[in-house]
């Protein structure tokens, strides 16, 4: 994987699935979509798996996930 594209999957999950504070669902969110990123998935597969996974540990879990800018979804489509 090219380090730009990199870059942009990595300003893509800090936009739109913002950090929490330690020990927060929400981070583990954000660690199980960049995995899933990283294996090749679409960010919407990556947060479809994810969210399954978190939500058996934490079910009342509610996820801060953002709209994608216009940029970023061309940046990272290129």
């Known amino acids: 994987m090219h380090y730009e594209q990199q870059k942009a999957m990595q300003?893509?999950?800090?936009?739109?699935?913002?950090?929490?504070?330690?020990?927060?669902?929400?981070?583990?969110?954000?660690?199980?979509?960049?995995?899933?990123?990283?294996?090749?998935?679409?960010?919407?597969?990556?947060?479809?798996?994810?969210l399954s996974m978190i939500r058996k540990r934490y079910p009342q879990f509610t996820p801060r996930i953002l709209p994608p800018r216009k940029e970023l979804v061309r940046a990272v489509n290129a």
């Open 11 to 50: 300003r893509e999950l800090n936009e739109r699935i913002p950090p929490a504070a330690k020990g927060d669902p929400q981070n583990e969110l954000r660690h199980v979509v960049n995995s899933q990123r990283f294996s090749g998935k679409s960010f919407d597969q990556s947060v479809d798996f994810a």
